[in-house]
Structure formats: C-alpha cells, structure tokens
C-alpha cells in the first residue's frame, strides 16, 4: 500500500508524507488549494485558527485511505462523520437465478462489514454467517453471528466471547471456519487486521442431539485433486451441497478439503455424491453420522 502525497497550501507544496507524528505550522500551509487534480491529502490554514482538510483519489493508489488529526476543538464536515451504515447484500440462488433478499437481514450487519464466513455453526442444518465489522479508527468492535433460522429469517449475536482485543488498536478483517479438532463442532479461525494477531477460537455451542458429519475428499481415480469437487449429501431431513475449495473471502484463502455438515436430528446419511473437476463420481449410501468419512484417494 503506497502513501498518498501531501500537498500542503495555495500553492500545494508536496511535503514527504508523515509516517509518524508531524507538525504543520500556518505558515507553510497558507491558503488553500483552487483546483484538486492529483491524488493526495490537501491542507490549508485559512486563517483565525481555522484549516481545511480534503483527500482525492484519482489513481489505483491506496488499498483505504485514513489520517488522524491531533489538537482539533471542532470541525464541520459535508457529510456525517462515523456512519458506518453499508448496507450488505445476500442473494438466494432460486434454480440458478439470484433474488436480493437482504431486506431479511438483522439491522445489526448495517455497519462496516469487511467479510463473512458461512458455516453451520450448531448442526441445524442451515448455513450460519459470521460477519467481521472493521470498527472504528483504533477501536476493535464484536463481530457478529447471524443464526439461520430458516425462511430467509436470521437471530443475530455479538460475537464478544471470539473477538480479541475489544477496542484496542485493530480492526475486524476475515477469518474460516473448519473443524479443528474433529469434534463434530465449526471453529473459528479469526484475523485482527494490520494491527492485531490470528486466533483460533473453539466451539462450545450445546448441540444436544444434534449429528454431524465431516467429509474428507481425497483425490479422484484419475489422480485429479479435490479442489473444485461438488458434494452433495441427503438425508431424511434435508439435502445439502458444498464445494471443495476456500470457505472465505479475502485474506484467508485455503483449500478446505473436510467439509463438515450439520445432520440435526439425522444418525443416518442415505446418500454421499463427490464429483471431481474431471467428471468422475463416487457414492456411498447408508453412512452413520457423527465420523469422519473419506472418499477418494486421501494422499498426506
């Protein structure tokens, strides 16, 4: 990530952009600029201790864009500071067609979100999301838990009890969920940003009589690896698919090759489809719940 420029005045005399505290004094910045082409950060003394402060970006320069101002009594700003309302998006794939349905959303992911985790985080059958809020300007906030409670509604939890460093000097970034220890329970693999660290944290969730079942796929008869294969589940209270590959999005890309699934009430599994990259198929019916289960030709 490269530093904008700072351009400081009337007369937008660049200055080597602070890396640490730096004091500009009204004298080198009198005035302010006419005209803002350039990408950079613009500051003017105008006068009766008053400045002006303006950022442009015109070039695929900065990854986000972010300064702190010391000694400031008061400020007025064109739009309103600290709104952190983004609206998410979800979309429900009907048959191949998505449909918007992010009016079902909790009001709770209207926030500045940097990424979500699916997973079925209590073994209900319906896929959970864990949303990672990027927070404040040095302040860690809770993520969140959105509970499928099916019908397109979701019950939404803060995160406090897997969330480090609550309102210390970093920001919620992206993480994964995989079974760490076999349990039959999703863990969390959490990031902290650029400020903050990795943490692993484990699921204790009471599932009571809910099964699992984890789906180890190994490579195809023809030697293809199991990046990209489809599996499809089916048991007496739902159907359910998931694709070999990386769960998540930015940051923590990985190849998650056991796929856990949440069984409900279900002890028995009628049906397991794993298809490669190269057609090929292998299925095994009548498999009991609650184990690790390898299809394929498993390499370590």
């Known amino acids: 990530m490269a530093a904008m420029p700072v351009y400081l005045g009337e007369q937008q005399v660049q200055i080597t952009t602070p890396s640490d505290e730096y004091v500009i004094n009204p004298e080198q910045a009198q005035g302010f600029a006419?005209?803002?082409t350039k990408t950079g950060w613009?500051?003017?003394?105008?006068?009766n201790?008053?400045?002006?402060?303006?950022?442009?970006?015109?070039?695929?320069?900065?990854?986000d864009v972010r300064a702190s101002f010391k000694n400031v009594l008061d400020y007025k700003t064109q739009w309103t500071p600290q709104n952190l309302a983004l609206q998410d998006i979800l979309l429900r794939n009907d048959?191949?067609?998505?449909?918007?349905?992010?009016?079902?959303?909790?009001?709770?992911?209207?926030?500045?979100?940097?990424g979500v985790v699916p997973g079925d985080f209590n073994n209900d059958t319906l896929v959970d999301f864990v949303v990672y809020r990027f927070g404040h300007l040095k302040q860690r906030v809770a993520d969140?838990?959105?509970?499928?409670?099916?019908?397109?509604?979701?019950t939404s939890q803060l995160l406090n009890?897997?969330?480090?460093?609550?309102?210390?000097?970093?920001?919620g970034d992206?993480?994964?969920?995989?079974?760490?220890?076999?349990?039959g329970k999703l863990d969390l693999l959490s990031g902290d940003d650029d400020n903050g660290s990795w943490h692993l944290y484990k699921n204790t969730t009471p599932m009571a009589d809910k099964h699992f079942s984890l789906i180890r796929v190994g490579y195809s008869q023809t030697g293809i690896d199991p990046l990209g294969a489809k599996i499809h589940i089916r048991t007496e209270q739902a159907t359910q698919y998931q694709l070999v590959g990386s769960h998540s999005a930015s940051h923590s890309q990985s190849l998650m090759n056991i796929a856990h699934f949440g069984?409900?009430?279900?002890?028995?599994?009628?049906?397991?489809?794993?298809?490669?990259?190269?057609?090929?198929?292998?299925?095994?019916?009548?498999?009991?719940?609650?184990?690790?289960?390898?299809?394929?030709n498993i390499k370590y």
């Open 34 to 36: 006419k005209s803002i």
């Open 95 to 114: 048959n191949g067609r998505f449909v918007d349905i992010s009016s079902q959303l909790p009001t709770e992911t209207i926030d500045n979100n940097w």
């Open 42 to 47: 613009y500051i003017g003394y105008l006068g």
């Open 144 to 154: 969140l838990l959105l509970i499928n409670q099916g019908n397109n509604n979701f």
């Open 263 to 296: 069984l409900g009430n279900d002890a028995n599994i009628k049906e397991i489809s794993i298809t490669w990259r190269d057609g090929s198929n292998q299925v095994l019916r009548n498999q009991p719940a609650d184990r690790l289960i390898d299809i394929g």
């Open 49 to 63: 201790n008053q400045w002006r402060v303006e950022w442009h970006l015109a070039d695929d320069l900065a990854w």
């Open 174 to 183: 992206m993480g994964a969920a995989f079974d760490y220890n076999h349990d």
């Open 161 to 171: 009890s897997a969330t480090s460093e609550l309102n210390q000097d970093s920001h």
